[in-house]
């Protein structure tokens, strides 16, 4: 297992920058299995998002390469991930029931080629919206859940199966239930594809009933959600609650409600993977806190 | 919500809008009557030009989904499905532009169905 010290040591030698949550700090000894005083047991994930795969448009001309690009890159990491998440919008939509299959199986087989195997998956509004996640569960199962890794409560929400942008109430009642469960100050991660707050609704850049889940995580000390949809890196906070958008795999769009249109930057052939690339989280679970490194997409 | 409007969402059952593409406006007893068609990708029109201090009445005849009608700015929203026409109103009391889009995703083209109000003097 790789401590923090080695991991801050493997950023010095070559990380990009590092921003760091700041979550209030705390005993790392109230939970988890690493409840010996001083015996961390940090661990880091890989968040990759909105790979689009299918997508064809002079937004990125070299779309058919930039997913196999972001899996050599991540599999060339020095240290491995513990596990990897993909926030969504998988696959590019299409009106085309059988397209859409096409795609999200293409998208499967090749990420398969991830070295790190415990791959966790969520639909975005590209993947879901049209047949309300039907084609993605038959592939990939349910589109919201739970798990625990190493001390920290991961709770991964869909706000994409709603062509609305709905979580829904009962999955509204099912996260309450699931924090029901946990303690007031457990480290609690938020994966989703849409941002849970307002954070430009004049560009569907919001979940419609957001504010319902985010007063259900207001009572937990350390939440901190990770979320893709706005293809760029993006930081803000609700009170104590950290959001982190994640840059896409595709095409880098505007910043939020800098212009009257959403449409994505210009791509530069000069700089094909400008504005795309993927992170590392690494969670320091005795201070619960988040490292929060961007990597490009390229395997060198 | 820092504007002053007075908003009020009226939701309307009246059949099929035949005609409604052109997004005719009228004067019904002062309101002011646009007709907005919503077809994926589009609004048409998609720049809609009102007066201040008039109520306004936007009639939507969606042709082809459940689209959506927000506006931010003025926290109006409204589903827009097929087969009948969806009545928005509101006074504008304040001159500027507001921009609304749809807010149910409704394929490739979603992104770009958006358009904005111009309220003038």
Known sequence: MMQRRDFLRLLGAGGGAVFASGLAGRAMADYGSNKMAGAYDDFYFVQLSDTHWGFKGPANPDAANTLKHAVAAVNALKAQPDFIVFTGDLTHTTDDAQERRRRLAEFRDIVSGLKVKNVRFMPGEHDASLDNGAAYKEMFGETHYAFDHKGVHFIALDNVSDPGARIGEAQLDWLKADLSRQKKDAPIVVLTHRPLFDLAPQWDWATRDGAQAIELLMPYANVTVFYGHIHQEHHHRTEHIAHHSAKSLIFPLPAPGSQSKRAPLPWDPAAPNKGLGFREVEAEVDASRYRITERPVSAG | ?121
């Open chain 2, 1 to 121: 919500m820092k504007t002053l409007w007075r908003a009020v969402l009226g939701v309307g059952l009246s059949g099929i809008c035949l005609g409604a593409a052109l997004g005719v406006g009228k004067d019904a007893g002062g309101e002011q009557v646009i007709r907005v068609t919503a077809q994926r990708f589009t609004f048409t029109p998609n720049e809609i030009v009102v007066k201040k201090g008039r109520p306004v009445v936007l009639e939507f005849s969606s042709l082809d989904f459940v689209h959506g009608f927000n506006i931010p700015s003025l926290k109006l929203r409204a589903d827009l499905p097929p087969g009948k026409i969806t009545r928005v109103r509101f006074t504008p009391d304040r001159a500027g532009e507001h921009p609304f889009v749809c807010d149910n995703f409704c394929g490739e083209g979603h992104e770009d169905m958006h358009g904005r109000i111009v309220v003038k003097e």
